[in-house]
């Protein structure tokens, strides 16, 4: 055969496989794949890479960004696909193979994926060592648990300096501010790129942070901002990796009152063991600008914080996953945060994540449980509700003032569980040497609950009792009180006291 023939025919295989291998056999969507698209997210998270591998309509695989890394699956009919990565009734991304290549729409917005070339592949980011581990100076701040809204419970990614403006409003209008909610947090979205000098900035949909900063000082509240020791945060916007004291100079001089510094993309440089000098890296950045600023350390519970958080200057700490808006997720984080109860305490507090209430996923009783178990457990007070549309139902909740009073008592002791069983019972110690108690009905029907006052181990001598739900002093006889509390929902009763022993 000559040499021409020969090519010729390798060349017409050629064409016959490349249709073939591509959609008869089964197995074209196996391979590499480089995603581009524009304004796909923001900043790095333009691009990504799927790993995938296809048997007959399966697809198996992972799906990266500069983010993480995340399992993938799918299936594909024809030229069809449907990949699933976060959402198991959803699929993340949608489209067909045209041509060799991947069309479809990510999130909703497009996307083409074609075989990946090395230049695709993610940079590798110099490895920069944390610093040795010492003991970071208390900055003197979050005496009591830090209160306040963020916007990460309801606005996700779509949030911008409108909304901030418009939240400060709502603050001021719905008696929240006076309530004591005053840290009004920008979540993670807010970052652009950085300017030549390194600087970082807003992308477009914030324009001007001091301003904003400003606005939000004008109101009487506290501004609080948020980055990662990552490259990108949890939704792949940029974040301060290698450029910590720089961005802490640069809040700083915003006039920034609170950062939350969110693990994220952290994970993909560091080993957990480094964790703590990481935040610690932070933690002397921020005390160095010389501006009181409330560091709150988001790694989810690893390497267990609670024991470490306020050795690096943590104000408060992630003591789990994040909530969602419903029962079990609520209830978990909760439970799973009780045995870092000894390590919260004035300037110091263990973190179960931002409440919920308002934003629909649960029953009310069940909110004034979310809002009944944060208070006993001292935790920080952070809503994710929709401001510009609160519900008086909302209000009762965030704003009830006897409640909020348990959670900022100055004495700061976590509650713990002492029943467990279908009535849940919690109490807290009180800095009057009295004690609130909790009970919390997890079953499917109302039951009767009994409170003894020999459960609540007073410290002082008890003067009268009050239902911080009901609003109602109650009786104690014989040294019990017995009230019925409907499913998922809280009994919550303070006993106040005289003659503490401090
Ligand atoms: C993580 C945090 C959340 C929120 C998002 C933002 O998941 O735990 O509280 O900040 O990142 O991407």
Same mark, same amino acid.
């Given at each position: 055969?000559?040499? #021409?023939?020969?090519?010729?025919?390798?060349?017409?295989?050629?064409?016959?496989?490349?249709?073939?291998?591509?959609?008869?056999?089964?197995?074209?969507?196996?391979?590499?794949?480089?995603?581009?698209?524009?304004?796909?997210?923001?900043?790095?998270?333009?691009?990504?890479?799927?790993?995938?591998?296809?048997?007959?309509?399966?697809?198996?695989?992972?799906?990266?960004?500069?983010?993480?890394?995340?399992?993938?699956?799918?299936?594909?009919?024809?030229?069809?696909?449907?990949?699933?990565?976060?959402?198991?009734?959803?699929?993340?991304?949608?489209?067909?193979?045209?041509?060799?290549?991947?069309?479809?729409?990510?999130?909703?917005?497009?996307?083409?994926?074609?075989?990946?070339?090395?230049?695709?592949?993610?940079?590798?980011?110099?490895?920069?060592?944390?610093?040795?581990?010492?003991?970071?100076?208390?900055?003197?701040?979050?005496?009591?648990?830090?209160?306040?809204?963020?916007?990460?419970?309801?606005?996700?990614?779509?949030?911008?300096?409108?909304?901030?403006?418009?939240?400060?409003?709502?603050?001021?209008?719905?008696?929240?501010?006076?309530?004591?909610?005053?840290?009004?947090?920008?979540?993670?979205?807010?970052?652009?790129?950085?300017? %030549?000098?390194?600087?970082?900035?807003?992308?477009?949909?914030?324009?001007?942070?001091?301003?904003?900063?400003?606005?939000?000082?004008?109101?009487?509240?506290?501004?609080?901002?948020?980055?990662?020791?990552?490259?990108?945060?949890?939704?792949?916007?940029?974040?301060?990796?290698?450029?910590?004291?720089?961005?802490?100079?640069?809040?700083?001089?915003?006039?920034?009152?609170?950062?939350?510094?969110?693990?994220?993309?952290?994970?993909?440089?560091?080993?957990?063991?480094?964790?703590?000098?990481?935040?610690?890296?932070?933690?002397?950045?921020?005390?160095?600008?010389?501006?009181?600023?409330?560091?709150?350390?988001?790694?989810?519970?690893?390497?267990?914080?609670?024991?470490?958080?306020?050795?690096?200057? #943590?104000?408060?700490?992630?003591?789990?996953?994040?909530?969602?808006?419903?029962?079990?997720?609520?209830?978990?984080?909760?439970?799973?945060?009780?045995? %870092?109860?000894?390590?919260?305490?004035?300037?110091?507090?263990?973190?179960?994540?931002?409440?919920?209430?308002?934003?629909?996923?649960?029953?009310?009783?069940?909110?004034?449980?979310?809002?009944?178990?944060?208070?006993?457990?001292?935790?920080?007070?952070?809503?994710?509700?929709?401001?510009?549309?609160?519900?008086?139902?909302?209000?009762?909740?965030?704003?009830?003032?006897?409640?909020?009073?348990?959670?900022?008592?100055?004495? #700061?002791?976590?509650?713990?569980?002492?029943?467990?069983?279908?009535?849940?019972?919690?109490?807290?110690?009180?800095?009057?040497?009295?004690?609130?108690?909790?009970?919390?009905?997890?079953?499917?029907?109302?039951?009767?609950?009994?409170?003894?006052?020999?459960?609540?181990?007073?410290?002082?001598?008890?003067?009268?009792?009050?239902?911080?739900?009901?609003?109602?002093?109650?009786?104690?006889?014989?040294?019990?009180?017995?009230?019925?509390? %409907?499913?998922?929902?809280?009994?919550?009763?303070?006993?106040?006291?005289?003659?503490?022993?401090?």
């Amino acid at each position: 055969m000559s040499r #021409g023939k020969y090519a010729v025919r390798v060349c017409f295989l050629a064409m016959l496989w490349i249709p073939l291998n591509s959609y008869a056999d089964g197995q074209g969507l196996t391979g590499r794949w480089s995603a581009y698209g524009k304004e796909l997210w923001s900043g790095d998270r333009e691009r990504a890479i799927f790993v995938l591998n296809q048997k007959g309509t399966a697809i198996t695989g992972t799906f990266e960004s500069l983010t993480g890394k995340t399992n993938v699956k799918g299936t594909v009919t024809g030229d069809h696909f449907e990949i699933f990565a976060w959402d198991p009734k959803s699929p993340s991304f949608v489209g067909q193979l045209v041509n060799g290549q991947m069309h479809g729409t990510m999130f909703g917005r497009s996307f083409v994926a074609r075989p990946a070339q090395p230049q695709d592949e993610f940079p590798k980011l110099r490895y920069i060592k944390p610093p040795r581990l010492r003991h970071v100076p208390y900055n003197g701040l979050a005496k009591t648990p830090p209160m306040g809204w963020n916007s990460w419970n309801y606005f996700g990614e779509d949030v911008n300096e409108a909304d901030i403006r418009a939240a400060a409003d709502a603050l001021v209008s719905s008696g929240m501010r006076d309530a004591g909610y005053v840290y009004l947090n920008i979540d993670g979205t807010w970052q652009g790129h950085r300017d %030549s000098q390194g600087n970082l900035l807003p992308n477009k949909k914030f324009t001007d942070i001091k301003a904003l900063a400003d606005y939000v000082h004008s109101k009487g509240l506290k501004i609080g901002i948020y980055s990662s020791p990552g490259p990108v945060d949890c939704a792949g916007y940029p974040t301060s990796y290698g450029h910590e004291k720089q961005d802490a100079k640069t809040f700083a001089k915003w006039g920034v009152d609170y950062l939350k510094w969110d693990w994220c993309s952290a994970e993909k440089i560091y080993p957990d063991k480094h964790i703590r000098a990481v935040y610690q890296k932070m933690g002397d950045a921020l005390l160095a600008t010389g501006r009181p600023i409330v560091f709150s350390l988001c790694e989810y519970g690893k390497a267990n914080v609670a024991t470490w958080g306020a050795d690096v200057g #943590g104000n408060l700490w992630r003591t789990t996953d994040d909530i969602r808006d419903n029962w079990e997720s609520m209830m978990a984080n909760i439970e799973k945060q009780a045995p %870092s109860a000894p390590f919260a305490g004035p300037g110091h507090w263990n973190d179960p994540d931002m409440l919920e209430i308002g934003n629909g996923g649960m029953t009310s009783d069940e909110y004034r449980t979310h809002m009944s178990l944060w208070a006993l457990a001292a935790a920080p007070l952070i809503a994710g509700n929709n401001l510009q549309k609160l519900s008086e139902d909302t209000k009762s909740i965030l704003l009830n003032k006897e409640v909020i009073a348990v959670d900022q008592d100055p004495l #700061g002791k976590q509650a713990t569980p002492i029943r467990n069983g279908n009535l849940e019972m919690w109490v807290k110690p009180m800095a009057d040497g009295g004690a609130v108690v909790g009970v919390v009905n997890l079953g499917s029907s109302t039951l009767p609950a009994t409170v003894r006052i020999g459960d609540l181990r007073l410290r002082g001598n008890p003067t009268h009792a009050r239902d911080l739900w009901a609003h109602q002093e109650v009786e104690f006889t014989d040294g019990a009180y017995t009230a019925d509390v %409907s499913t998922h929902a809280p009994l919550l009763v303070r006993v106040f006291a005289k003659g503490a022993d401090q």
